[in-house]
């Protein structure tokens, strides 16, 4: 679904969490969004919401068999251009 061009420029902390996901090639999970870099729930919702980032829900297992269910962000293409066109 293609996303349309945003008319309004990033908010500092959209752009600071785009800056985080750009330098992470695989996404980062969002409580260590929230809990490393203090962004809240909603900041990131609304990226997911706008198009700028992506959210998908993923199974992980550790070393010691524990499984958990994280969600894992992951900048759009949109958010790409965002970054560039802000």
Do not use: Y
Request: aromatic share 2%; net charge positive.
């Amino acid at each position: 679904m293609a996303v349309p061009p945003r008319n309004t420029p990033l908010s500092a902390e959209q752009r600071r969490a785009l800056l985080v996901l750009i330098k992470n090639r695989h996404g980062v999970i969002e409580d260590l969004l929230m809990l490393t870099h203090g962004f809240s729930r909603g900041l990131i919702a609304g990226l997911v919401d706008e198009g700028l980032a992506t959210a998908r829900r993923e199974v992980v297992t550790s070393a010691g068999g524990t499984t958990v269910d994280v969600v894992r962000i992951r900048i759009s293409d949109a958010g790409r251009r965002a970054l560039e066109d802000d």
